[in-house]
């Protein structure tokens, strides 16, 4: 069993900066791409960014270009996303999601769809106000 453990959540005001981190047990990170998605009250989830098995490629969401930075650090079997200049709208519980199947990494660094995904943490809460 796949775990995925998020923390780096917190409360921020706006123009402020977190990073959060995915740490990895059970499993190393090398041979998986890596997601990350985000759920506001009310809304779907929504893909933020993602990260190649290589750690080579990424992709963003339009709405996160710029500001976010997705990195995958394998000596510590860590997948980190740096946000900065956040916003309210960013406000959201993150969660990190992990798969080897290439379909997914395809999927994720094209469209950013979480339904390949069939690992994931349990979140955790950014809430971006003054």
């Known amino acids: 069993q796949l775990q995925l453990v998020e923390s780096g959540g917190g409360l921020v005001q706006p123009g402020g900066s977190l990073r959060l981190s995915c740490a990895a047990s059970?499993?190393?990170?090398?041979?998986?791409?890596i997601g990350w998605f985000r759920q506001a009250p009310r809304k779907e989830h929504e893909g933020v960014s993602c990260?190649?098995?290589?750690?080579?490629?990424?992709n963003y969401a339009d709405s996160v270009k710029g500001r976010f930075t997705i990195s995958k650090d394998n000596a510590k079997n860590t997948v980190y996303l740096q946000m900065n200049s956040l916003k309210p709208e960013d406000t959201a519980i993150y969660y990190c999601?992990?798969?080897?199947?290439?379909?997914?990494?395809?999927?994720?660094?094209?469209?950013?769809?979480?339904?390949?995904?069939?690992?994931w943490g349990q979140g955790t809460q950014v809430t971006v106000s003054s």
């Open positions: 999601a992990a798969s080897s199947s290439p379909i997914a990494q395809i999927t994720c660094l094209t469209s950013l769809r979480p339904e390949p995904f069939g690992s």
């Open positions: 059970e499993f190393t990170l090398d041979y998986y791409a």
């Open positions: 990260i190649s098995r290589s750690g080579g490629v990424t």
